[in-house]
């Protein structure tokens, strides 16, 4: 076979260091638009973006050159990078260890990228953890609860 094709989208997830609160509306837009920017520049296509305060869920068109840990360094390296930069949060910012990346088909495309655009709503109903720990059950990954996305409280209980 003289060429090689592939197709492959992933919903990635990851949160704010401790679940803090630190993406502000005023600037949630930029950082969306930067991150767009690296995703763009290393050959992805973006298909939806959708950040919250304490978290960021990503949907792309994946180029499979790439590995997806390393995409993902990229993205928060860079991006924690940026909001340091700017100043953009009064507190110290940063990403948390650890990610969440789903693969889906071509068919559900419509149905994730309109999740991902729709967190606000979709978060009056169900906590980011809440939400985190549905899609790792609905994919069937086992997981420690102990190594889901640490708040705040999380961190003073024990």
Do not use: C
């Not at 869920?57 to 994946?62: D, R």
């Not at 360094?73 to 990610?99: A, C, H, M, P, V």
């Amino acid at each position: 076979m003289a060429n090689t094709y592939t197709q492959s989208y992933f919903h990635i997830v990851f949160a704010v260091k401790n679940r803090d609160a630190l993406i502000h509306k005023e600037w949630k837009n930029d950082l969306e638009k930067y991150i767009t920017g690296i995703i763009q520049h290393y050959n992805h296509k973006l298909l939806a973006i959708g950040s919250m305060p304490d978290h960021i869920h990503i949907f792309i068109a994946y180029n499979v050159n790439q590995l997806v840990p390393k995409l993902v360094e990229l993205i928060k390296t860079s991006s924690n990078s940026w909001i340091k930069q700017k100043r953009l949060s009064r507190l110290k910012f940063d990403w948390q260890k650890g990610y969440g990346a789903f693969s889906y088909s071509r068919s559900q495309i419509d149905t994730v990228a309109r999740y991902v655009l729709n967190q606000e709503k979709h978060h009056k109903k169900k906590t980011f953890r809440e939400e985190y720990i549905y899609i790792l059950e609905k994919f069937k990954i086992e997981f420690d609860k102990k190594y889901i996305f640490k708040t705040f409280d999380d961190i003073y209980e024990k």
